[in-house]
């Protein structure tokens, strides 16, 4: 398994490198929205939309809203302080289900409409937060360094789990993760921020901020993760999806970015990066 997902992975590295890149920045939002709106396929089965009513109302209140958003992309940053700090407000709100949830959860009618707007949620609030920084003028190393303290954050978070992890983090939810692999993601996420940073064209940082904001952002990912591994253990699947083999669907890779990317936006924001 873990061979199979490396090799996928070295195989949609140069792929995920030429989008930030390589594509021109105002393109980049409409690849981004079909990928998210991918993810957003995938979340029908996990919030138990069987019916083809519900199923559509889903996809296509999903791509009115990113149409929408995408529309006044040029009106983004009057009011991106209050834009984003609502979109973390809200992932924590969504933070509160990973807290209720209890072994005997099954797909009802309320769990149907919580999970119908958390895709909603999730997959606008990721999808903005990550076009925003594109846009911005170091944009595509930004987008870089997020993606690099998030992938540290879950191998530091596997390698310590393997090795040291004997208690669970969230049984009920994830049994695989544990405390060690949490304390490992948070180490290795700002150690390879700081790496990164260094060897990137992005001027002066403060490493005091760059290593808050890493954590941060790690931490926030796990939640992302969990959120995602709530809705598999619920309805009844092993992954999101099968179309990346060795890591499962679309979901399965964008879990921790949907939530990572917001908080990584405001704190740059903030703090000036």
């Known amino acids: 398994m873990l061979k199979q997902r490396i090799l996928t992975a070295l195989l949609l590295l140069p ?11 105002q ?36 791509t009115i809203i990113l149409l929408f ?10 009011t991106i302080l209050m ?23 099954t797909v009802t009618r309320v769990y149907r409409w919580l999970s119908f707007t958390t895709a909603i949620m999730s997959i606008t609030i990721g999808w903005f937060s990550v076009c925003w920084i594109r846009l911005q003028e170091d944009g595509a190393w930004l987008i870089l360094l997020l993606l690099l303290i998030v992938w540290a954050a879950d191998v530091g978070a ?16 994830s049994p695989g993760k544990t405390r060690a692999g949490l304390v490992g993601g948070l180490i290795l996420a700002p150690l390879v921020g700081l790496l990164a940073a260094k060897l990137m064209p992005l001027g002066d940082i403060d490493a005091t ?7 941060v952002v790690a931490l926030v990912s796990v ?32 879990d921790s970015l949907l939530v990572a990317s917001p908080f990584f936006a405001l704190g740059i924001l903030v703090m000036g990066f």
């Not at 990928?35 to 999903?62: C, H, K, N, P, V």
């Not at 958003?69 to 009057?78: E, G, I, V």
């Not at 834009?83 to 959860?105: E, H, N, P």
């Not at 040291?164 to 049984?171: I, Q």
């Open 69 to 78: 958003l995408y529309w006044f992309k040029d009106h983004w940053d009057s």
């Open 223 to 254: 939640g992302g993760d969990l959120m995602i591994s709530l809705h598999k253990r619920t309805s009844g699947f092993k992954d999101s999806g099968n179309l990346l083999p060795g890591h499962g669907g679309i979901l399965d890779r964008l």
């Open 15 to 25: 792929m995920v490198i030429a989008a930030i890149f390589a594509l021109p920045a």
């Open 158 to 173: 596997y390698f310590a789990g393997k090795t040291f992890g004997k208690t669970r983090l969230a049984p009920l939810i």
């Open 27 to 62: 393109w980049f939002p409409i690849l981004l929205a079909i990928i998210f709106l991918g993810g957003s396929w995938e979340y029908q089965r996990l919030a138990g939309l069987s019916g083809r009513a519900s199923r559509y109302l889903l996809m296509l209140s999903q």
């Open 83 to 105: 834009d984003l700090i609502v979109g973390c407000a809200i992932w924590l709100l969504m933070f509160t289900r990973l807290v209720q949830y209890r072994d005997s959860a």
């Open 209 to 215: 901020h760059l290593v808050l904001l890493s954590l």
